[in-house]
């Protein structure tokens, strides 16, 4: 009996029911026994029947729709495997490529994303119009693709190939400038979100794509030790006046150097923009609010940011400084001659993050209303960012005064979420140990502290200095978290560390 190929294709298989019947028409006695064993007729049909019987089949029609719902699920799996070489950060497109090898050469689609050149030149030759032709779902180009396509870092031997097929691409008429997605994506943005290709943005820009706002944005989480920032700088235009967001991807990072860079190109110093509010906080502001280091602050004091401009709250930074436990940064703003509008509210929470117990009680003391007049909102605000930032000694001050131990702040989240995203276990076991809620379940993502552990391993935010997720996710482990719903799939889209991971297999768990 044969062996239907894993790739089946229906007009081979017709061609050989055509071919054996002509044999058969034509006195071969082989080919007249093969479909003499199935049928008294000498027909089509016949023939068809024989094949299909060949591959183990009862009937043409069970072939045909065998052979047509491998293709069906085929094609799915080429167009899944071209969106995870582009959005994917878990390694997808590497494990559906290892184990589907016929992906690489199953479409110009998959070739694209895989910068495989060759077919890429030769399909053009074949049908020009490819160049331009949409792909149906996502609405990217070619060239948006090949732009897109991470596999210059999945499997850096693809890096050139890449390269090669955007400028196959842009020679063979492909716009630099075109918009495409949902999100109005153009080729350069494409090459600069997420892990930037260095090589196809500087091709794109020699081919006269102009940074915007967005690229430049983008290029600022590049993660290249700002190779991709530089280069987009080299080429923008009046970037005072185009810098309108720039600046939040390095102030969010405490990227002290993309700050300087967009500054010395000219960016606005009081011009920022990001999703977290609306409307926009001042510079100086959201450089607080994301816990930016003191030179941080320093830097953009000397290039003129306004070191008094209200949040969107109406507090002002030196306030935010205080009430964050920001000692330092404070000092900072009030050496820049900046009123110091701080509240009693804010100087009882800076107490409690200086680990002053004592002070803290004797604010508390002088002002019977004091503790009572902090929100929910501020008490949790307080605990997440001794949570953030591991500080176990501020998180046992406000905890002896009373703050709310499980109130929910953004995205539903407690402070032992926070705590254990941010990889603090002092503060987790100091929650756990005064009754946090250890299964609680944040508001949009409907996870468990643990979980948020486990994320937070893979992500690494760098609000705690001495992060440990090891000793986060033992300690919540240890104190009864239920890990029924860890599963440690390969293609979970937010992971945890290697670390972590091998850690929990250890124990049976996933």
Known sequence: MATLPAR?????????????????????????????????RLNLAAAQLAIARDYGFPSWAKLKAVVEARARDMAEQAHRFCEASIRDWS????????????????????????????????DLARDPGLVSRPDERSGFTPLHAACASRWHRLDPARADGLATVARLLLGAGADPLATAGSGGWTPLGCAVAGEANPAIARLLLERGAVPDDRDLYLAGFAGDDHVTLRMLLEHARDVAR????????????????????????????NQYADDASDPPAPVMYAAV??????????????????????GPDGRSPYALAVSLGQAETAEVLRSAGVETDSSAADELIAACFSGDLEAARSRVARDHELLRGLTPDQQAGALVQAGLTGNAVAAA????????LNAQGEHGATPLHIAAYAGSPDVVQLLLGRGADLEALDGEWNSTPLGWALVGSGERPRSNPAADWLRTV??????????????????????????????LRGRGIG
Request: hydrophobic share 50%; glycine share 6%.
């Open 8 to 40: 089946p294709d229906l007009d081979h298989l017709r061609r050989q029911a055509r071919d054996l019947l002509r044999a058969a028409r034509n006195s071969d006695a082989a080919a007249a026994d093969r479909i003499a064993a199935v049928s008294g």
């Open 91 to 122: 390694g997808r497109a590497v494990r559906m490529l290892a184990a589907t090898p016929d992906l690489a050469s199953y479409s110009f689609a998959t070739a694209v994303v895989l910068g495989d050149a060759d077919r890429v030149r030769r």
């Open 242 to 269: 185009t810098a309108r967001s720039a600046l939040a991807a390095p102030i969010s990072n405490g990227d002290i150097e993309g700050v300087r860079l967009l500054l010395a190109a000219g960016a606005d110093p």
């Open 289 to 310: 609010r994301t816990g930016s280091p003191a030179a941080m602050i320093e830097l953009l004091l000397s290039r003129g940011a306004d070191p008094a401009a209200p």
């Open 397 to 404: 001050v406000m905890l002896e005064l009373g703050f709310a």
């Open 474 to 503: 033992e300690v919540l482990i240890e104190a009864g978290a239920s890990t029924s719903d860890v599963t440690l799939a390969p293609d979970d889209p937010k992971p945890p560390s290697a670390a972590v991971a091998d850690f």
